[in-house]
C-alpha cells in the first residue's frame, strides 16, 4: 500500500496549514456575525452557518450572532393579509407588524438557530435586546424628496428604532460561561414600547460596543456590486460616501453599508458584506486567502 498522499489529502492539509496565522491572529477576539433572513434560504444552510460558529468558538474565537428574518416576517404578514411598505430598507412598522415582527424573529427565527446550534455540538442562548437591558432603542424617522423637489418631507416609519444604548452585560456573562449569544433584533423604547430594529444596524451597534474585531454580514449577493453589477472586493468609507450618492447602492444595502460605517467609527477594525448563500462562506472568509464578498475598512 502506497504512503504516498493523495491530492485529496495534500489540498486537505493545504488548507488546514493556510489557517493556522488565522487561527493564532483571532483567538480570543469577538466577531459579530450578522445571518440575514435570506441567507436563511434552506435547512442545508442554517446547519452549514451554525456549524461555521460552532467551529469559530471552538476555535477560540467569541461569536456573537445577531439575526435577522425580514423574509420570514413578510411571509407571516402576507398570510395575515397585513402589507408591508419600505422606505430605504427599513419596514414602515404599525403596533401589530411590530408584535408581528417580534413573534417571528424573537419567538421562531431565534430558537431555531439556537436549535441548530446545539445540533452542531455547540451551546448558544436565545436573546433579544429587550433582555437585561440590551438595547434602548430610540424611534427614527426617515425624510424623503420627490425627484426635481428641493422640498423634503418626514417620513414616519411607525415603530422603527435603532440602538440608543448598549448594555453589554448580559453578552459578557453568556460569553465568560462559554455560551453563544444569539440575538433578536427588537428593543425597548423609553416609552416602554417595542422597536423593530433592522438587523444590520442592530448587529453594527452591538459590534461596536463590544469593539468587535471584524463585523460580518451574511446576505444574498457576492457582496457589494458596482453599476455593472461587478463584486467591489474593497471599500474605504469615503467609497461609500460616493456609491450612496450616486445611487449604486439602494434598498437593502443601505442599512448594510450605514452599519458598516457606524460600526468602523465605533471601533471594530473591519466589516465584510458576503454571500451566505455560499455554504461554509464564513470558513472561507476568516480561514482563507482568497476571502469572499466585500471588505470595508477605514480607508
Ligand atoms: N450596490 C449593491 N450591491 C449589492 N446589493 C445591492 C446593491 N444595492 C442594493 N442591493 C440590494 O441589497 C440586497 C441586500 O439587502 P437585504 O435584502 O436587506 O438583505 P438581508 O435580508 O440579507 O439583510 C440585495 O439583495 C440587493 O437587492
Ligand atoms: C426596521 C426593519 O426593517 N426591521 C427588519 C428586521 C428584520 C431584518 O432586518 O431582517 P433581514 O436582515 O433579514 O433583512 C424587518 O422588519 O424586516
Known sequence: MSHDPTPEMMGKTETLVEALPYLQRYAGSIFVVKYGGHAMGNAG???????????????????????GGGPQIGAMLDRLGIESQFIDGLRVTCEDTARIAEMVLAGSINKELVAWIAAAGGRAAG?????????????????????????????????????????????????????????????TGSDGHTYNINADTMAGAIAGALGAARLFLLTDVAGVLDKDKALLTDLTLGDIATLTADGTITGGMIPKLETCVTAIEAGVDAAVILDGRIPHALLLEIFTRRGAGTLVRKG
Not at 45 to 57: C, G, Q, Y
Not at 134 to 141: E, F, G, Y
Not at 149 to 178: K, M, N
Open 127 to 187: 436573546i433579544s435586546g429587550k433582555d437585561a437591558g440590551l438595547i434602548r432603542a430610540r424611534k427614527i424617522t426617515r425624510t424623503t424628496r420627490d425627484p426635481g423637489s428641493a422640498i423634503e418631507q418626514v417620513v414616519d416609519l411607525g415603530f422603527v428604532g435603532e440602538p440608543e444604548t448598549v448594555d453589554r452585560t448580559i453578552i459578557d456573562t453568556l460569553l465568560a460561561a462559554g455560551i453563544i449569544p444569539v440575538i433578536a433584533p427588537v428593543g
Open 45 to 67: 444552510l442554517a446547519r452549514d452557518f451554525a456549524e461555521d460558529i460552532v467551529l469559530l468558538k471552538a476555535v477560540g474565537i467569541l461569536p456573537v450572532v445577531v439575526h
